[in-house]
């Protein structure tokens, strides 16, 4: 097969051999930025404070152990000897212990579930945001920006497309075999954990690649049992629809042409493509009875449709719906863009490429049309720019001439990131050896610079380094404190 997007979509991969051996190939692939990811993953402010290193190891570590113990005691269990399996292949293929593997494949299913993790743990910073702005982290967006098309076409199994990211080999969300069965997974927020669970991302693969009947695949799914809380909404080429809401060891299964009038299905819609950008830019469809793939064509910045009937076909042709990408889609990609060169830059200590790009991000923000409403968008930049600054530079003038600077943009700023400039004014005065003067804030962020206040100049050194530059959110996080 030759798929209709592969032109123009680097992020299309076909796999011919069986399922072990097609793991381990995506895994050798996607070697390089899976380092580069984990590299990102570590230095994330959301892993820096130990209250939530704690947790997010002892989550992972937990669902380790209980996965090994069941594959000990049901070794005949044959879905999770082969997850078993799959895994074992994931960590040859990215050369990593199985246990990182699994870490790994997980990570997705986390990013989308906080509340469980979090569950019990008192913290400014995660009390002062819903549990669902925490998945908006930078881990989401490094791991997000590789949404790719895999086709697995092993002899074997049922030729399936899923769609995937970098965090695992699965489906991740979904896909559409050649029988005309469709999965799409939407996330529902876990309030607890279910160790003895399997992977939703691993579930939703097994069905594309077994089941050809609506049927049988819901009456599949309701056997099983999830780590986090998902809905798998299934879907085949005569228009039935189901709806498989697995909460843990809870399976309740719905008719899905009747849930899509309410509006708690459409909360949880609403939700998975605001918080998965690409996701609804490279997607499947599932609308007015029809299936099909979307793709974003980033040259032409068009979206095209593909029905699934011509997906698995040797020899077609595609009568693609086009809708245009709007002017402020095209300016937010340009946006985007800049900010990405510039976080590899920052990451890699070039402090001037990193500088160049976001002054290119800022004067092209200034640009924009609607440019009365891009102020917040210009004044987030600014300080994402200063705060590089202040990590890059030691010279005591230039540090004077941030801190003036920050003064001047603190006004244009919303209270959140009038925050984090706070705690920027205080440490270089602190840099600077200035006496500190102590801001009417609230009882929280008062008490963070009251501690920072008693470090004193030489800790202060190494807590820039813990600052750490979000560009893909306009943003930037200091972990020290909250």
């Known amino acids: ?33 899976v380092k580069l990811a984990w590299s990102n993953l570590r230095e994330s402010s959301y892993f820096g404070p130990n209250i939530l290193k704690g947790a997010i190891h002892k989550l992972f570590s937990q669902v380790f152990a209980h996965q090994s113990t069941f594959l000990k005691d049901h070794s005949d269990e044959y879905y999770r000897k082969s997850y078993h399996k799959l895994i074992t292949s994931y960590a040859q293929g990215l050369g990593i212990s199985p246990k990182d593997a699994l870490y790994l494949s997980f990570m997705h299913e986390y990013l989308n579930n906080p509340s469980a993790v979090f569950e019990g743990i008192k913290d400014y910073h995660l009390e002062a945001n819903s549990p669902i702005e925490l998945i908006n982290t930078p881990i989401q967006e490094t791991f997000n920006d590789k949404i790719r098309f895999v086709h697995f076409k092993s002899g074997q199994n049922l030729e399936a497309i899923v769609i995937q990211n970098l965090m ?22 876990a309030l ?40 798998f909404h299934i879907k085949d080429a ?63 910045f068009e979206i095209k449709q593909i029905h699934y009937c011509d997906l698995f076909k040797s020899t ?13 889609f095209k300016e937010i990609f340009t946006i985007k863009n800049y900010l990405n060169i510039a976080q590899v830059a920052f990451n890699n200590n070039l402090s001037e490429e990193c500088y160049h790009q976001l002054q290119l991000a800022i004067v092209f923000a200034k640009k924009m049309s609607g440019n009365g409403n891009q102020k917040k968008l210009i004044s987030k930049l600014e300080l994402t720019f200063m705060a590089c600054q202040y990590i890059f530079e030691s010279h005591k003038e230039t540090q004077q001439y941030i801190l003036q600077n920050l003064i001047k943009l603190y006004p244009s700023l919303d209270d959140y990131h009038r925050d984090l400039a706070l705690i920027l004014m205080q440490r270089l005065q602190i840099l600077m050896d200035e006496k500190i003067h102590l801001i009417d804030g609230p009882k929280e962020l008062k008490r963070v610079i009251f501690t920072e206040s008693k470090l004193g100049k030489f800790p202060h050194q190494a807590l820039k380094k813990t600052t750490l ?14």
């Open 316 to 328: 077609f042709s595609v009568v693609s719906k086009k809708q245009k990408v709007t002017k402020v």
């Open 238 to 300: 005569g228009g039935n629809y189901r709806v498989v809401a697995i909460d843990g060891q809870e399976v309740h299964v719905y008719d899905g042409k009747e849930r899509t009038e309410k509006d708690y299905f459409k909360y949880h819609l609403d939700t998975y493509k605001k918080k998965h950008w690409p996701t609804t830019i490279s997607a499947l469809t599932i609308n007015s009875g029809d299936i099909y793939l979307s793709i974003f064509d980033s040259k032409k």
């Open 469 to 482: 530059l979000r560009p893909n959110h306009l943003d930037f996080c200091p972990t020290s404190g909250l």
């Open 192 to 231: 607890k954990i279910n160790y003895k669970g399997m992977s939703a991302s691993y579930l939703a693969l097994v069905v594309l690649l077994g089941f050809n009947d609506i049927n049988e695949a819901v009456k599949f799914l309701k056997e099983q049992e999830l780590v986090f809380h998902w809905e």
């Open 1 to 33: 097969m030759s798929a209709p997007f592969k032109e123009n979509s680097p992020l299309y991969i076909e796999l011919f051999d069986n399922l072990e051996e097609s793991i381990y190939q995506l895994a050798a692939l996607d070697k390089e930025d």
């Open 168 to 189: 695992s080999p699965f489906a991740t969300y979904g896909g559409v075999n050649e029988a005309g069965l469709s999965v799409q997974l939407v996330q529902r927020d």
